[in-house]
């Protein structure tokens, strides 16, 4: 997504019902939707290379090893990068308005959200901002969780169950609770070599 495909808001009300993105990507979008419905979201749950070729054609960088559930809701699939060997879980939302990536051999667990996008809350024409998602490698964003638009979630940390991720969260470091806090650090590894 360039930033050209989001429409300036004080030209086209979003109240009355104008568009926020350009019609190139919401027709992306809705093929994207469309094929992963038909091809992807019912598959069986080892058809992991068929759902990632799927999410490939339609520009998303996957990685190899990666796994990817057929009930995953990816927004936008050119935004989204996943390293090698990762696994987004059952029911993930990644709602990537913004570039999101997620790095190898990270885990993001069942129905966590990750949130690329807001709206100027002083714009009184409420502007639609695409904010960076990024996750470090080995991270694990646990079940529920949610991070927020412009979060960085750095290498081997763990944003616990159903913890709201609403600022930076710093390598090696367990955080959980809402808004997430820092409960402790975590024992750093090198998996690559194991």
């Not at 495909?5 to 019609?23: Q, T």
């Not at 079940?143 to 913890?163: H, K, M, T």
């Amino acid at each position: 997504m360039t930033e050209r495909d989001i429409l300036d808001a004080a030209k086209g009300n979003i109240f009355d019902g104008a568009p926020s993105f350009s019609l190139r990507h919401r027709l992306h979008r809705a093929a994207f939707g469309v094929v992963w419905t038909l091809a992807a979201r019912w598959t069986p749950p080892p058809l992991h290379g068929w759902r990632t070729l799927v999410l490939r054609a339609f520009g998303a960088r996957i990685g190899p090893g990666a796994r990817v559930y057929g009930s995953v809701r990816v927004w936008y699939p050119p935004n989204l990068e996943v390293g090698a060997r990762a696994v987004i879980g059952p029911g993930a939302i990644l709602y990537s308005m913004g570039p999101m990536r997620i790095g190898a051999r990270t885990i993001v667990s069942q129905r966590a959200h990750l949130c690329g996008g807001t709206h100027a809350i002083d714009d009184p024409n409420f502007q639609l901002l695409a904010r960076p998602i990024e996750i470090g490698n080995d991270a694990w964003i646990a079940a529920e969780s949610f991070v927020a638009p412009g979060v960085s979630v750095g290498e081997g940390a763990v944003l616990g169950a159903r913890a709201v991720a609403v600022r930076d969260v710093a390598p090696w470091t367990v955080h959980g609770g809402n808004p997430a806090r820092k409960l402790r650090d975590r024992q750093r590894f090198d998996r690559e070599s194991a």
